[in-house]
C-alpha cells in the first residue's frame, strides 16, 4: 500500500509538470490567435474575447484570470495578465508588438517546462516508487 501511494505521488508530479507545458500552449494559441485577429481584421476587444471564449480548444481556460486554477507560478501568471490588459488599449501596431514579445517569452519558456520534464519526469516516478519501497523496508 505505501509503495502505491509514493508511486502514485511521483505520477502525480510528473503529471503536474504536464499540466504546466499543456497551460503554457494554450497561453500560445492564445497570443497567436489575438495576433491573427488584430493583424487581419482589428476587431475590438470584445469580440476578440468573445471569440477566444466561444473557441473549444480553450473551454477549459479561466478568462476571469484570476489563475486559480493555473499551475505556473505567479509570476508567469502576471506575464499572461498583462497579455489581456494590453488588448485594445494601445493602437494596433503596439499591441501586434506586445504580443510578439509575449509569444516569444511564453515559446522559451514552454521550451524550458519541455526539456525539465523530458530530463525528469521518469525520475519522480521511480523516486516515488524507491522511497515507497524503502518506507516499506524500514517498517518492515
Do not use: W
Not at 509503495?3 to 503529471?15: C, E, N, P, T, Y
Request: hydrophobic share 40%; glycine share 4%.
Amino acid at each position: 500500500m505505501i509503495i502505491l501511494f509514493s508511486s502514485s505521488l511521483g505520477v502525480m508530479v510528473a503529471a503536474f509538470k504536464r499540466r504546466q507545458i499543456s497551460y503554457i500552449d494554450s497561453l500560445i494559441y492564445i497570443g497567436e490567435k489575438i495576433l491573427m485577429m488584430l493583424s487581419s481584421t482589428s476587431p475590438e476587444t470584445e469580440a476578440i474575447m468573445a471569440d477566444l471564449k466561444a473557441d473549444p480548444r480553450l473551454k477549459h481556460f479561466d478568462f476571469t484570470l484570476k489563475n486559480e486554477n493555473s499551475p505556473l507560478p505567479p509570476e508567469e501568471n502576471d506575464r499572461s495578465r498583462l497579455l489581456f490588459n494590453t488588448v485594445g488599449k494601445y493602437d494596433v501596431d503596439c499591441q501586434i508588438s506586445y504580443i510578439n514579445q509575449y509569444l516569444g517569452y511564453f515559446k522559451m519558456l514552454r521550451k524550458q517546462y519541455q526539456d525539465y520534464y523530458n530530463k525528469h519526469h521518469k525520475l519522480y516516478i521511480v523516486f516515488g516508487l524507491f522511497s515507497g519501497v524503502l518506507v516499506s523496508v524500514l517498517l518492515i
